[in-house]
């Protein structure tokens, strides 16, 4: 106790002899300022106009090699994301898991094979056109040419049936790889641009006028630097402590209806999945506010509402979704099971 008294009245020995220091110093550190100010000012001004000369001509000279180089940064930068595009997009799907995979390229292939086929017919198909104008003829009672025209009108129309089922399946097909490009460029080529910042040309500009802003001469500041630290440590604490209880009631108050709302928010997908009187929904949900990555909640915040409106209407793509959220909901019923 002694100890810290002998501390206590220490510091109040300094920070007394501080203050009445810097009462002595103020008027004589004004004056010596009022005297050198105008000739501060007049070299600041002088400074000023001939860095403006100096960089109006620079700027001038350099404008041939300045575009010349934008266009170069940018190509490359297209190159870059062209690049780190196919990549995120190839880690995105590597991602998935061995059966979702399979399906995402079965689906994609069988759809280009199905596109490149056009109106054609498979075997199986051309069979069933003919069987069905034969009987459709042998009903009218035509026969010769009449029957043979019907078999290939019969099959013309039902040709031109697939090729616009082929159509709609491979618009599917390429919605869905939209859909991966955009889930790899939100999950792995932005963080990797944000992490790489610091190595690009705006980045290095940035870290360099950084590490010169502390840089340059100080005029005239003879007070107590331990003091000054002080005062500007108790202003930080005392302004925290007022913004934490400006905040605290405002923020327990919006924390219940912030949750209610979010829960609410995030069952867009699994609803129109299971539909609302299915329990299977409210699991998946449960599994996503607790237990589901944190950028696959952010994903499902930000689109799940205009993803549910895309499938709505698209049962081929609802069901490939649904089975993907069936592993995570069997896992979830096993481990309630489980634990019964």
Known sequence: MDFLSREGQQYYNETLGA???QTKL?????GYENEIMPGLQAHQAANFASQSQNLLGMYQGLQGDSLAAQGAYGNALVNQFGQLGANATSQAVAGMSDWNRSIYNTFGQQAANDLALGSTLNEQETTAAQQSARAAAGARGLTGN???????LNSYQLGNQRKQQRQQTALQANQMGMQTQQFGAQAYMQPAMQLSNMYSLPGMVDQTQASFGNLGPSFLQPESQYLANIRATNAQVQMAQAQAAATRSAGMMSMVGGIVGGLIKLCWVAREVYGEKDIRWIIFREWLTTDAPKWLLDIYTKHGEDFAKFISNKPILKRMVRSAMDIVVNR????????A
Do not use: C, D, R, Y
């Open 19 to 21: 203050a009445q220091a």
């Open 146 to 152: 009449q029957a043979i025209g019907m078999e290939v």
């Open 26 to 30: 103020l008027p004589q550190v004004i």
């Open 332 to 339: 979830q019923l096993k481990n309630i099971n489980s634990h």
